[in-house]
Nanobody
């Protein structure tokens, strides 16, 4: 069973940084596209960033482009989300998701494209 596990959330002041991590238990980590999504109460889960299984393709939502960076470490079965220049509007529960992709080239951006989800980690940005 593929089970992503997130960590690294917390409380930070506006303008600060946080780095989220997500470890995935699978022997074929490079076969999985990885995505980060976020959700606040009463709203739908929204796309933040994704990276292809091979790592050659990354996609960002417009509202985080230039501030967030997604990366993956094949040796550690881990995907990261480096978040800089945080603003209060970034406050949300952040979820890591995994999806097996045949060619390792895709980086899906829709929640419905992902089969495996972590439990989420809270990020709170104070003004």
């Amino acid at each position: 069973q593929v089970q992503p596990v997130e960590s690294g959330g917390g409380l930070v002041q506006a303008g600060g940084s946080l780095k989220l991590s997500c470890v995935v238990s699978t022997p074929v980590f490079s076969g999985y596209a990885m995505g980060w999504f976020r959700q606040i109460p009463g709203k739908e889960r929204e796309f933040v960033a994704s990276i292809s299984g091979a790592g050659g393709s990354t996609i960002y939502a417009n509202h985080v482009k230039g501030r967030f960076t997604i990366s993956r470490d094949r040796a550690k079965n881990t995907v990261y989300l480096q978040m800089d220049s945080l603003i209060p509007e970034d406050t949300a529960v952040y979820y890591c998701a995994a999806e097996y992709t045949l060619r390792g080239l895709e980086a899906p951006t829709s929640p419905i494209d992902y089969d495996y989800w972590g439990q989420g980690t809270q990020v709170t940005v104070s003004s």
